[in-house]
């Protein structure tokens, strides 16, 4: 069964929650106006990827990163309020599957800590899986914390059995076996790394993993960050491009059918078959005749991570 699928690398409204929402509403419609029945966004599109890490000085711009963490919490998407509700009903309206990355804050952690999310919302408006990056890279420790695995699950789609990992867990050997184990038609790559050796590593999924694999980074230059973000001109200019994208589609066993798109604020469309991932895996099915299971064992705990609590020893 052929689908048609976008993945869009259009940049958010930087730190701005509400207006990267109706941007996100804005590329879905685009997305199925063309017919696309699954859209793919990257690597915390709401509201953007903290890009400014990379950039500040270790123990010298300590205010100003400060200063810009604190708005990214302020527009981070909360869940259980209903911040998702808009994409959601968007979903559901157009009958397409919305796979979209995050910045997440979670009452239950205090209200404060944030998290690297991808979430991948059905064709029906439901919210079928929450993932949080496990581990955040280098300088991302600086404003995300640990996710866990609960969300590191792949679920049934009208477009096929869909998993995800975040830019550098796709290099997590035992994270990409627990989404293979499960019997995963599309590997979903949200991400901020690019290019050749990050299209090698997409075409490595797809030849171990027998599945297709959709990944993208948001294409942004200077300009896209807003003139009001503190300290961006001194660590930005205006027309240099802080990522080039590189949207791409691998299909199972290896081979890129579309893409990478590079430095093109646009969406990236492509027809995939998901009966293709099952034929790959007939010779090579790392979670099944190929897999060992009588030498080698994983063991996941997908329980969820619980908030602290605290207890009053008086009573």
């Not at 979903?91 to 919305?98: E, K, L, Y």
């Not at 995050?102 to 993932?131: K, M, P, Q, Y």
């Not at 477009?159 to 627990?178: D, F, H, K, S």
Request: proline letters at 7%; charged letters at 25%.
């Amino acid at each position: 069964m052929d689908v048609k699928i976008a993945i869009s690398q259009k940049p958010p409204v930087y730190l701005d929650r509400d207006a990267s929402l109706q941007r996100a509403l804005d590329i879905i419609d685009e997305a199925a106006r063309s017919s696309a029945r699954l859209i793919v966004f990257p690597e915390a599109f709401l509201p953007g990827y903290p890009t400014w890490i990379w950039r500040l000085k270790p123990g010298g711009d300590m205010a100003l990163g400060n200063e810009l963490h604190a708005l990214l919490r302020q527009n981070a998407v909360d869940i259980d309020a209903g911040d998702l509700d808009p994409l959601c009903e968007a979903a559901a309206q157009h009958g397409i599957v919305v796979v979209i990355g995050l910045n997440e804050r979670d009452g239950a952690f205090s209200g404060t800590t944030l998290f690297n999310s991808v979430v991948v919302i059905g064709s029906d408006g439901t919210l079928l899986n929450r993932h949080r990056k496990l581990m955040p890279t280098n300088p991302e420790r600086m404003v995300w914390g640990s996710g866990d695995a609960s969300g590191l699950r792949v679920v049934d789609t009208p477009v096929g059995r869909i998993g995800t990992l975040i830019c550098w867990e796709n290099y997590m050997p035992l994270a990409r076996q627990a989404l293979y184990a499960q019997n995963i038609d599309i590997h979903i790559a949200p991400t901020w790394d690019n290019g050749d050796m990050w299209t090698a590593s997409m075409n490595h999924i797809a030849r171990e993993g027998g599945c297709w694999v959709l990944s993208t980074a948001t294409a942004v230059q200077g300009k896209d960050l807003p003139a009001s973000m503190p300290g961006r001109d001194a660590l930005f200019s205006q027309e240099e491009w802080i990522n080039p994208g590189g949207a791409i589609v691998v299909k199972p066993f290896g081979g890129v059918v579309a893409g990478p798109l590079v430095e093109e604020k646009d969406v990236l469309y492509a027809t995939i078959d998901p009966e293709e991932a099952r034929r790959a895996r007939k010779s090579l099915d790392v979670a099944g005749h190929y897999g060992r299971p009588d030498i080698f064992k994983l063991e996941i705990d997908r329980r969820p991570m619980p908030p602290v609590t605290f207890r009053d020893p008086t009573g």
